[in-house]
């Protein structure tokens, strides 16, 4: 599965994107957050309070309760506001 970051997700992680393999288990958005916080510091920093993380999944906004079976694509960014 492909992940692609944006905004201060993206400085904070320190790549713009990445392909990972989550394990067994890993089978929601919400999972797939706590997951990706596990692998270092720089991920720590950027998801430590997912509730504050946007998702769409194969470009389709989702929430973190939706599961990510046969995704392709996770984009993970802050919340935007317009103007």
């Avoid at 288990?25 to 997951?35: A, E, K, N, Q, S």
């Avoid at 430590?48 to 309760?65: F, T």
């Amino acid at each position: 599965m492909k992940l692609v970051y944006f905004a201060w997700v993206r400085e904070r992680i320190g790549t713009a994107e990445e392909t990972v393999e989550p394990p067994r288990g890993v089978d929601t958005v919400g999972d797939l957050l706590g997951w990706l916080r596990t692998r270092g510091d720089s991920y720590e920093a950027a998801l430590a309070e997912p509730a504050a993380i946007r998702v769409a999944l194969d470009h389709d906004h989702a929430d973190h309760e939706a599961s990510i079976s046969g995704i392709r694509e996770v984009a993970l960014f802050p919340p935007m506001t317009g103007g």
